[in-house]
């Protein structure tokens, strides 16, 4: 797509997880081009510190909440109504559940549905919502932040890998309902990124060799200016050796 269809002063963003990690560094780039961005946070000290940082830049509006409460979903729709549309909305909140993570049969049913809850059943939640805003923009599209773990059979990533996997099916699935609509469905898997995330799951992992948020969010951009089908899934690696 022309890069003139996108990233517009005027048009609205949410980004769940926005208070750091991928999620604050595609706020400060979408911001950066002059769209309004909704984020939100679990944490009020984290979303308060991204909140003063990225206002700077833009038009940012910070909901405080949990993905999980549907107030908090109704809440984040509210605030894109209020900026009258939503072009682009970006699936990021989500969690490992507990750490140091479990082995399939360490793997217990509280943990599996917060699991599912969070990483599922929310981002499901919120497009449901947020297709009847979506509808009044001539081009958008949803981003499910996907990871390799939902694809690829790593010990111990059974859970989390499993609401990924989840999540990748119900976005192909959307694609296919949304055939002929104005909007378009993103799986993105952004890889190893060094963020706070990342250090819970694996704690020793080199941060020299891990990913720059900043360079996975601007992959992210690039991947919604070239998307040319309904449904597409790209990882960030794969955007930045094609260009």
Known sequence: ?????????????????????LGKALARELLG??????????????????????????????VHGDVADAAHVHALLK????????????NNASTLGKVPLPAIDELE??????????????????????????????LSTIVNVTSDAGVEAY???????????????????LAAELEGSSTRVLVFDPG??????????????????????????RALLRAVEAMKDGFERVR????EAAA
């Open 109 to 138: 049913r509280e943990t599996f549905r917060t699991l599912f809850d969070v990483n599922v059943f929310a981002p499901i939640h919120l497009m449901q919502h947020a297709l009847k805003l979506m509808a009044g923009s001539d």
């Open 155 to 173: 010990p111990t990533w059974g859970g989390y890998g499993a609401t990924k996997a989840a999540l990748e099916h119900v976005s192909r699935v």
């Open 79 to 90: 605030a894109a109504e209020g900026a009258g549309r939503l072009d682009l909305l970006v």
């Open 33 to 62: 081009k002059g769209l309004t961005v909704i984020v939100d946070g679990r944490s009020p000290d984290a979303l308060e510190r991204a909140r003063r940082e990225l206002s700077e830049i833009g038009d940012l509006i910070a």
């Open 1 to 21: 797509m022309p890069v003139m269809e996108w990233f517009q002063p005027g048009h609205v963003a949410i980004v769940t997880g926005g208070s750091r990690g």
């Open 236 to 239: 960030a690696s794969d955007i």
């Open 192 to 217: 190893d990124m060094n963020t706070e995330m990342h250090r819970d799951a694996i704690p020793d992992a080199d941060p020299a060799e891990l990913r720059d948020p900043a360079d996975s969010a």
